[in-house]
């Protein structure tokens, strides 16, 4: 269940980013993806194999976006 990592990591990125739109939306198959304006900051199946991102990671990537 990926719910409790999306849900922390939600969390960041409003704190960090208090105008934000965060939305956490069930997949499948092993999937978390993290997506800012239609890019893709993260996907484990990519990205990090079986690991999840640092919120750190993530809050890095969306200065760049």
């Given at each position: 269940?990926?719910?409790?990592?999306?849900?922390?990591?939600?969390?960041?990125?409003?704190?960090?980013?208090?105008?934000?739109?965060?939305?956490?939306?069930?997949?499948?198959?092993?999937?978390?993806i993290v997506k800012a304006d239609g890019t893709v900051l993260w996907d484990k199946r990519k990205t990090g194999g079986d690991r999840f991102p640092e919120p750190r990671e993530i809050l890095s990537r969306l200065r760049s976006v």
């Amino acid at each position: 269940n990926y719910l409790p990592k999306a849900a922390g990591l939600a969390a960041a990125i409003e704190k960090a980013h208090p105008d934000a739109r965060v939305q956490t939306v069930p997949g499948g198959r092993g999937d978390f993806i993290v997506k800012a304006d239609g890019t893709v900051l993260w996907d484990k199946r990519k990205t990090g194999g079986d690991r999840f991102p640092e919120p750190r990671e993530i809050l890095s990537r969306l200065r760049s976006v």
